[in-house]
């Protein structure tokens, strides 16, 4: 069974930090393209970070210079680094990644359940 969980999460003070991780189970490999994703209450999901296959990074306008993303390499955790967090960063997150389940089929996009941030002022 794939399964994948993002973590990290919690109540933080504005301008705290938090580093939030995305772990994939259940799969052979996944591509190296992946994003993190936001969805605040009453709001759509909204692109948070993501990178590209060519290992480029980019970043939602209002959390750049702010978040990073990273990660080792294949199915290894990914993380998003959260600094100098805003009460407008308050938000439930998502993890976005392409895996597959053996190395013969077809790459599919999985979500995991989220991890949900609070900022206070």
């Known amino acids: 069974e794939v399964q994948l969980v993002e973590s990290g999460g919690g109540s933080v003070q504005a301008g705290g930090s938090l580093r939030l991780s995305c772990v994939v189970s259940?799969?052979?490999?996944?591509?190296?393209?992946m994003s993190w994703h936001r969805q605040a209450p009453g709001k759509e999901r909204e692109f948070v970070s993501g990178?590209?296959?060519?290992?480029?990074?980019s970043y939602a306008e209002s959390v750049e210079g702010r978040f990073t993303i990273s990660q080792d390499d294949g199915i290894k955790p990914v993380y998003l680094q959260m600094t100098s967090l805003k009460p407008q960063d308050t938000a439930m997150y998502y993890c976005?990644?392409?895996?597959?389940?053996?190395?013969?089929?077809?790459?599919?996009?999985?979500w995991g359940q989220g991890t949900q941030v609070t900022v206070s002022s």
């Open positions: 976005k990644r392409h895996c597959r389940q053996d190395h013969v089929s077809s790459w599919v996009t999985y």
């Open positions: 259940g799969v052979a490999g996944c591509r190296f393209d």
């Open positions: 990178r590209e296959i060519d290992g480029s990074t």
